[in-house]
């Protein structure tokens, strides 16, 4: 770590429904960690398969379209960060999705050059 | 010449002219019916395809076509280029139905025939294939090859087997030789769908080669003959209509029946069979029949593109046997169960089959014979890297959706050369010494 070691730079990331973005925002802007990156990704997990269809014949499609969230917190309480983006992506169906808890080295703020948690 | 004749003439070369116009459409129609029912990476390929049958078959057609159709047809060497004036326009009205029947054969070859192959056989399609056809029928001097056989006339006014079952039997037969694309077919012979890439692009060309349509059929009547031919004309505008409706609800219900669901590309693909099923008899169709044909039309659809598919193991990529050669046959065969008027249905049913056979059979024998020759000397397909790296690529060097890579000079991962013709960025070659 560059600066200060009192901090931990901490990346969430997060795989959830597409339309479960918007909650997930909202929920994330709740606790004061609004800056994230949205990516979307295809995944398998405990979802059933469904079946695509072409010209009347079904095929299986075992990866779902889903969203990843990253979002990378130092101020924050990543067990904030956590609970925000659990409470707003859940239905309590399968495919609900998982959030993933990652140690950051270091973070550097391109605009200001400025490093460590500040640049987060 | 009379004011009158002159002013007839004039009216109906007019109309001519803006039908030939609406049938030169129907490419952007085939274009994107084609590239939606392709993955993104033959998209490309697919387009390219379309324009080079219109540019390469257009040109072979005016040089050489016109003049082996005039020659078959008993009237001399006429090619084209030694017409003028009207004689030009007749041409170009010839030239896009011509050029219709030759781009269906792309969508059914699509994702692995060489593109020296496409082109090398639509220029046999332009120059000998269809102008043989017409010789039979529309370009004959005296009555068509059929009447001669029969002693009653073939009956196809706008082309439904002249040009749609051609070209339909002509697709299904170089993709039956070409093989199916990788992956299609599993060892234990079982296929495997392989879905397109864009739905909206399907739907967006069948649309577009509806509205072509009705150049194609109401454009087939004259206005002007002895009287305003608002009879003929108000009776195809009215089948073609009402087939083309038809067409799409009877692959919906049979999808239905069969899946239990209304599957989008058999409704697009079905109200297409609808409009070529109708397009031999529009103008001798009754009110009833314009529903029988194009509902049946629609309805055999997903049966025999099943057939063609499941049974005979033949690839065709976006089912233009379906759509084109077993609509186009069944429309032109039910020409006397359906006519409005009295028509003596055994010997018209007889002279009907008996062109189905000769344009059925002359078509197949000929493409099944060049594509023959193609594969014998290995110019018929891709190699297999070629075919797994998409034919954009490797036949074009070109990606339809690129993703990264603009700006200052490309460099690749391992520091060698970038290769941009397409023939070395195979996997399983070592290029980049």
């Not at chain 1, 707003?88 to 400025?114: C, L, M, N, Y």
């Not at chain 2, 274009?31 to 324009?51: D, H, I, P, W, Y």
């Not at chain 2, 077919?185 to 739907?203: L, Q, R």
Request: charged share 15%.
């Amino acid at each position: 770590m560059s600066e200060s070691d009192d901090q931990d730079i901490k990346m969430v990331v997060a795989v959830v429904r597409p339309d479960k973005l918007g909650d997930v925002k909202e929920g994330l802007a709740e606790v004061g960690a609004p800056s994230l990156t949205v990516t979307n990704v295809s995944g398998r997990g405990s979802q059933p398969a469904k079946t695509g269809q072409w010209r009347g014949e079904e095929y299986v499609v075992d990866l779902h379209q889903k969203v990843k969230i990253e979002c990378v917190v130092a101020e924050i309480p990543v067990d904030d960060v956590v609970d925000a983006i659990r409470e707003s992506a859940h239905t309590g169906e399968p495919g609900d999705g998982k959030i993933f808890v990652i140690d950051v080295d270091d973070a550097v703020q391109v605009r200001t050059g400025d490093s460590g948690p500040e640049a987060v | 010449m009379a004011p009158l004749q002159a002013s007839t003439e004039a009216l109906n070369y007019t109309w001519v002219l803006v039908v030939s116009f609406l049938i030169f459409f129907m490419h952007a129609g085939f274009a994107m019916l084609e590239a939606g029912q392709v993955r993104s990476k033959n998209v490309a390929n697919q387009l390219t395809k379309n324009l080079l049958t219109w540019s390469v078959g257009v040109a072979v057609f005016f040089l050489i076509g016109s003049g082996i159709a005039s020659l078959a047809g008993g009237g001399g060497w006429g090619a084209a280029y030694s017409a003028s004036g009207l004689g030009w326009i007749d041409w170009l009205y010839g030239a896009v139905f011509a050029m219709t029947g030759a781009t269906i054969v792309s969508g059914a070859v699509a994702g692995r025939a060489k593109l020296r192959a496409y082109v090398a056989y639509t220029f046999l399609l332009a120059a000998v294939i269809y102008p043989v056809v017409i010789a039979m029928t529309w370009s004959s001097t005296g009555p068509g090859l059929v009447e001669v056989i029969t002693g009653t006339a073939f009956t196809d006014f706008a082309g439904g087997m002249i040009v749609h079952g051609m070209g339909g039997i002509a697709g299904l037969t170089a993709a039956a030789i070409l093989g199916p694309r990788l992956g299609r077919y599993n060892d234990d012979g079982s296929a495997n769908v392989i879905p397109g890439h864009s739905m909206t692009f399907a739907v967006l060309g069948t649309l577009i080669l509806a509205f072509g349509w009705y150049g194609f059929n109401v454009g087939t009547s004259a206005i002007y003959s002895d009287g305003f031919l608002a009879e003929q004309l108000g009776r195809v505008a009215m089948t073609t209509t009402i087939a083309m409706a038809c067409g799409a609800m009877g692959a919906a219900a049979v999808a239905w029946y069969k899946t239990g669901k209304v599957d989008t590309l058999y409704v697009a693909n079905g109200l297409l069979a609808g409009l070529v099923g109708i397009t031999a008899i529009p103008h001798t169709t009754s009110v009833w029949g314009a529903f029988v044909v194009g509902g049946l039309a629609g309805a055999q659809l997903p049966i025999v593109f099943s057939f063609v598919e499941k049974t005979l193991k033949i690839d065709d990529v976006c089912a233009v046997f379906p759509v084109h050669g077993s609509a186009g046959v069944l429309g032109t065969l039910l020409y006397p169960f359906v006519a409005a008027g009295n028509v003596a249905i055994a010997s018209a049913f007889i002279a009907q089959l008996v062109g189905v056979v000769l344009i059925g059979g002359w078509t197949l024998t000929a493409t099944a014979i060049i594509w023959y020759v193609f594969k014998m000397t290995g110019q018929a397909r891709v190699s297999r890297s070629h075919e797994q790296e998409g034919l954009d690529v490797s036949e074009h060097g070109v990606e339809t959706y690129p993703e990264f890579g603009s700006g200052q000079d490309t460099v690749v991962a391992d520091g060698g050369e970038v290769r941009t013709d397409g023939g070395t960025v195979d996997m399983t070659e070592d290029d980049n010494e």
